[in-house]
């Protein structure tokens, strides 16, 4: 079946550093990629996505490339700020007809003044 | 133009104890999800409906979970008997008919079983 690994948090940076966190999937096909961010005491936000290889996503200075050679899609963002401090979260969707979105664990930003 | 609305936000419970969890989606969508969220962990979806029909509950533990979703619009999960593993956050979820829709999550309700 489809799954996601993403890197353990917490992920702690200071302001104006740059972000990266891992993500990589498993999946037949030719999935869509996500990635979802989560604000405390809120729900799931779409922040950005990829529908085929070599597409890349952003939104508010963040982005990411699907990368199908590596199965990968990791997060990047070049300056983070206080308020990019949330849980992010990878996910999968596959191709073919209606499929279920596949989250991964969730990874979480803290970005220190 | 107004988001998924969840209610209540949090409930605290003791087990055995049966509860209820709402759901408006936005309006116009009509693909609603209810997901799981456990502790440090990502959504995991229990129900999907288009309109009113439950078109794939496969991970729904229907033996205490049930859900309805009248008219196509609102939506109700209930839980009965609750057990000490169903704490987690419930997240209600909407998208439109397109095939890459996004999907559309509320706050979530956080649901404590004592």
């Known amino acids: 079946g489809n799954s996601v690994t993403q890197m353990e948090g917490p992920v702690t940076l200071s302001e104006e550093a740059f972000l990266t966190i891992n993500c990589t999937y498993t999946a037949t096909g030719y999935p869509s990629l996500f990635w979802y961010v989560q604000y405390p005491g809120e729900g799931l936000q779409l922040l950005l996505k990829a529908t085929k290889a070599d597409d890349k996503g952003s939104n508010k200075g963040f982005e990411a490339t699907y990368r199908k050679e590596t199965t990968s899609f990791h997060l990047e963002k070049g300056s983070v700020q206080v308020s990019d401090s949330a849980v992010y979260f990878c996910a999968l969707k596959g191709s073919g007809g209606y499929q279920k979105v596949t989250f991964g664990t969730g990874t979480k930003l803290q970005v220190i003044p | 133009e107004a988001g998924v609305v969840q209610s209540p936000r949090y409930k605290i419970i003791e087990k055995k104890q049966p509860v209820a969890f709402w759901c408006n989606p936005i309006s116009g969508h009509n693909t609603l999800y209810w997901y799981r969220q456990n502790l440090g962990q990502g959504p995991e979806l229990l129900i999907r409906?288009?309109?009113?029909?439950?078109?794939?509950d496969s991970q729904l533990p229907k033996d205490r979970f049930s859900a309805e979703r009248l008219k196509g619009v609102d939506s109700t999960l209930k839980i009965q008997p609750a057990e000490l593993g169903d704490s987690a956050v419930y997240l209600c979820a909407s998208s439109g008919t397109l095939l890459y829709n996004e999907q559309f999550f509320g706050p979530g309700t956080r649901l404590t079983v004592l």
């Open positions: 409906y288009e309109n009113e029909e439950a078109v794939d």
